[in-house]
């Protein structure tokens, strides 16, 4: 069965710092990747997925992932972080077979001024 | 365009009650999917329908029932509602085996 672990439950960065946020994932075949973000009292919005191709994947608001299969990874990051990038963010990882996604347990984002 | 609607957005039930929240999408998505998140545990997949006229459960189906009533229309119904029903509830589109669409929960407590 597939699964996705996200090793850090909160974080904390000063604004203009670098952030990566880490996802590692299971999947016997090759697996479909998505970052969303949550922000406080929405649904979950899509920042970029992974399919195939270019292992480098850029997505909306600055951000970008690498797929590394060696390490089952897809850790997502951004140069400099902005104030309004405070959120909880989810990795997941598609079943194709099945048709559903399999989500993480989030990472939560503070961004200190 | 709404993308994906979910009434109603807040809800307190007594224990033992029944409801049903509605899932609507415009996107014309083929597969629709219910999630509840509990702090600290992501997102579960409850039930799912992958397209119309289908539906399978999720890792955690029990205490739940679903309709996928059309293509635009997925709800979840809970007849007997448990304070471990507690939850924010998401409904969610896609197209196949692209990304997800979500609607902007159901913040439902049981008392």
């Known amino acids: 069965a597939q699964s996705v672990t996200q090793p850090d439950i909160h974080i904390t960065v000063s604004e203009g710092a670098s952030l990566e946020l880490r996802c590692n994932y299971s999947y016997g075949a090759t697996p479909y990747l998505f970052w969303y973000v949550q922000s406080p009292g929405q649904g979950l919005q899509l920042l970029l997925k992974?399919?195939?191709?270019?292992?480098l994947v850029q997505g909306i608001k600055g951000f970008e992932a690498e797929f590394k299969r060696s390490q089952s990874s897809f850790n997502l990051r951004k140069p400099s972080v902005h104030w309004s990038d405070a959120a909880e963010y989810f990795c997941a990882v598609l079943n194709t077979n099945a048709g559903k996604s399999t989500f993480g347990d989030g990472t939560t984002l503070t961004v200190k001024p | 365009n709404a993308g994906v609607t979910q009434t109603p957005k807040f809800q307190v039930l007594k224990t033992g009650q029944s409801m049903t929240l509605q899932c609507a999408q415009d996107?014309?998505?083929?597969?629709m999917y219910w999630y509840r998140q509990d702090p600290g545990m992501g997102l579960r997949l409850i039930y799912y329908s992958a397209s119309e006229g289908t539906t399978d459960k999720g890792e955690v189906p029990n205490g739940y029932n679903v309709s996928r009533l059309n293509k635009r229309e997925f709800s979840l119904r809970l007849e007997s509602a448990a304070p471990s029903q507690t939850s924010v509830y998401f409904c969610?589109?896609?197209?196949?085996?692209?990304?997800?669409?979500f609607g902007p929960g159901t913040r439902l407590t049981v008392t």
């Open positions: 992974y399919f195939s191709g270019d292992t």
């Open positions: 996107m014309n998505h083929n597969s």
């Open positions: 969610a589109s896609s197209v196949q085996i692209y990304e997800q669409y």
